[in-house]
């Protein structure tokens, strides 16, 4: 079988690589070693439909649990290769294409090239559903290309490369796009968060987006667990970074029921995160003069509770009677 893929012609080539799967690990291994690799990477230069298709799961079965094996692929050339077929037509092609890129950017020292070969600028393209191709692949492989986008975001020398790829505005796009409670939009969510974490350039970009805030305080209202922790954390990095002007554009949008819905009962972090923002938010909790006595009192009463709210989320309580307060509050606000 190794020599079918070394020496022999197309056929015995496309039925060498879709032998591969069937082999144990070390039967793998020793493949690797006698250049099985540098032959697969040329097959995906042929052309040829379906040389390329087994090419690709031969080459994903042989990375698959094998850091050598991830960089004996990368140094072979895979990366240009898998960077030409994600602008081919060929949906299967493309989403075969995609996991192999997932796998190769979860080893370290695939990243740089990963990020210097242009896959960032097609990732994003991908998500972007004004791209005609993205309407044609899976939901599956879009998680697969934030997963990619969040394994290079994790080292600091690529978060230039994905901002500058204008694609910050195609995951906002997805994200309202998806339902707040769906893996989606929880992974999308959390890709983004790990962006704007780690370059204000990107926090400042996100924040002057148009429906962004308004899209975070959706997510804190309805989405997942997850994509509550993610939203509000967002939302507090983009009120720390201007307080006097965001804190005003996230109180419009309605966010205090969510929030203090999330002190209660969201996640241990995400109760952190919303506290923090409370306390961020309430200097303009009464916000502005009324127009009769009559919403004035109610202004007054709920500006009264919120404050007792407050006091009792300073002192970090979550007895019964405060959860109560919160719930009475929530109720308040929503009227």
Known sequence: MPESL??????????????????????????????????????????????IEAALFALLNLAFGSERNKLRIAKSGAIPALVQILQWQYE??????????????????????????????????????????????????????????????????????????????????????????????EKALSLLKSIVSSSEGALDQVSETGGVIHMLVAAVEEGSAECKEHAVEILLMICKRCRERYRVMILREGAMPGLLQLSVDGTRRAREMAKALLLLLRDCSNGGSSSSSSSARVQHSKSVMLEEVMRQIDGGERSETSIQLVEEMIAKLRT
């Open 6 to 51: 070394l020496f022999g012609e197309r056929e015995a080539q496309i039925l060498g690589a879709k032998e591969i799967g069937k082999l144990n690990s070390k039967q793998k291994q020793r493949l690797a070693e006698k250049g099985v690799i540098s032959r697969l990477i040329f097959m995906l230069h042929s052309q040829d439909y379906e040389s």
């Open 92 to 185: 299967s092609l493309i989403e075969l294409a995609l996991a192999a890129l997932l796998i190769l950017s979860s080893c370290s020292a695939n990243k740089p090239e990963i990020a210097s070969s242009g896959a960032i600028q097609l990732l994003f393209a991908l998500l972007d559903s004004q791209f005609p191709i993205s309407q044609s692949i899976s939901n599956q492989a879009k998680l697969d290309i934030i997963s990619t986008l969040h394994n290079l975001s994790t080292s600091p020398q690529n978060i230039p490369s994905i901002v500058l790829s204008g694609g910050l505005i195609s995951l906002i796009q997805l994200i309202y796009e998806s339902e707040k409670s769906s893996e989606m939009a």
